[in-house]
């Protein structure tokens, strides 16, 4: 699948991208905060957006909003440091999500969600 990794933490972007290429995923570029994250978006039109949920200036949940909007079709799957509550996780409406710290087992079962 192809992919946009949006995480403002370096080593997360870094370790997805490895993960994701190792499960034959194509990562098509990657953002550290979530304006950037959806204009590559825009731009690429991804079939999966990783998304981290604590960023700085718009964090995940608004940047899932903004996504829906301009890449309906494209899939969600919240990568966050923190358990989210189920009115959070209702608003964000993504596909799978993946406590970190991020590992090969948890990206391959969320994958296999989509």
Not at 4 to 25: E, F, M, P, T, W
Not at 43 to 55: E, G, I, Q, R, T
Not at 63 to 78: E, W, Y
């Amino acid at each position: 699948m192809k992919t946009v990794i949006i995480d403002d933490s370096r080593l997360s972007v870094s370790a997805l991208q490895n993960i994701l290429a190792k499960l034959g995923h194509e990562v098509l570029g990657t953002a550290f905060d979530g304006e950037s994250g959806v204009a590559i978006c825009k731009d690429k039109k991804p079939d999966v957006v990783c998304l981290d949920f604590v960023m700085p200036k718009k964090d995940g949940l608004e940047t899932a909003k903004m996504l829906k909007k301009s890449n309906p079709d494209t899939k969600i799957v919240m990568v966050t440091q923190k358990e989210l509550d189920d009115t959070t996780k209702s608003s964000i409406a993504a596909a799978a999500y993946v406590l970190k710290p991020i590992t090969f087992d948890k990206m391959k079962v969320a994958f296999g969600k989509l």
